[in-house]
């Protein structure tokens, strides 16, 4: 099975700041990566697949870069509705590991 | 609407058994892949299995392999998850989600979610 390992696990940020979200495939993955965002209480949203591709109505702060092992998720200027838990995801092999999650908090 | 809604979960006594459904409206049932995805309280998400559009192709994730069975009705835009033998570390909120790509393919993603029913095993 392929291992998803996220860092950070939590972090807490001000408004406006740079934030970047580091996820790790124990093995190549290629591109088969997905970024999600879930607040409390609520499904997961996808942010970002195929690694870089920003889902449509998805704000455009939001990017994400990286292939085979090692992957980015970075907002450029983080929001205060940008709170939540984020979450990679890999597509290339069953079963689809997630990472563990890295909570956002905003300060 | 485009939306997945789940049902079945409720509380059961550890090796006992239950039926999750999915209700899939607004979109092509029977032409995309769906997947169970659980969250156990507090904790991340974890894939549980998927299947193909036609129901030829499934994949479990290993702790759940020999006890729990997905299947589909696509006259009845339904997706289910037959549980058996229910372990207390199968307690979590189990999310229908399903499998998109476009021009992405074959880099696939989970594009649309349900609420999630929650199922909880104890004594």
């Known amino acids: 099975d392929i291992q998803m390992t996220q860092s950070p696990s939590s972090l807490s940020a001000s408004v406006g700041d740079r934030v970047t979200i580091t996820c790790r495939a124990s093995?190549?993955?290629?591109?088969?990566l997905n970024w999600y965002q879930q607040k409390p209480g609520r499904a997961p949203n996808v942010l970002i697949y195929?690694?870089?591709s920003l889902q449509s109505g998805v704000p455009s702060r939001f990017s994400g870069s990286g292939s085979g092992t090692d992957f980015t998720l970075t907002i450029s200027s983080l929001q205060p509705e940008d709170f939540g838990t984020y979450y990679c995801q890999q597509s290339y092999s069953p079963p689809y590991t997630f990472g563990q999650g890295t909570r956002l908090e905003i300060k | 609407e485009v939306q997945l809604v789940e049902s079945g979960g409720g509380l059961v006594q550890p090796g006992g058994s239950l039926r999750l459904s999915c209700a899939a409206s607004?979109?092509?049932?029977?032409?995309?892949?769906m997947s169970w995805v659980r969250q156990a309280p507090g904790k991340g998400l974890e894939w549980v299995a998927n299947?193909?559009?036609?129901?030829?192709?499934?994949y479990y994730v290993d702790s759940v392999k020999g006890r729990f069975t997905i299947s589909r009705d696509n006259a009845k835009n339904s997706l289910y998850l037959q549980m058996n033998s229910l372990r207390a570390e199968d307690t979590a909120v189990y999310y229908c989600?399903?499998?998109?790509?476009?021009?992405?393919?074959?880099?696939?993603?989970?594009?649309?979610w349900g609420r999630g029913t929650l199922v909880t095993v104890s004594s």
């Open positions: 299947i193909k559009p036609d129901g030829g192709e499934k």
């Open positions: 607004g979109f092509t049932f029977s032409s995309y892949w």
């Open positions: 195929a690694a870089s």
């Open positions: 989600a399903k499998g998109y790509c476009s021009i992405s393919c074959p880099y696939w993603y989970f594009d649309l």
């Open positions: 093995q190549s993955i290629s591109s088969y």
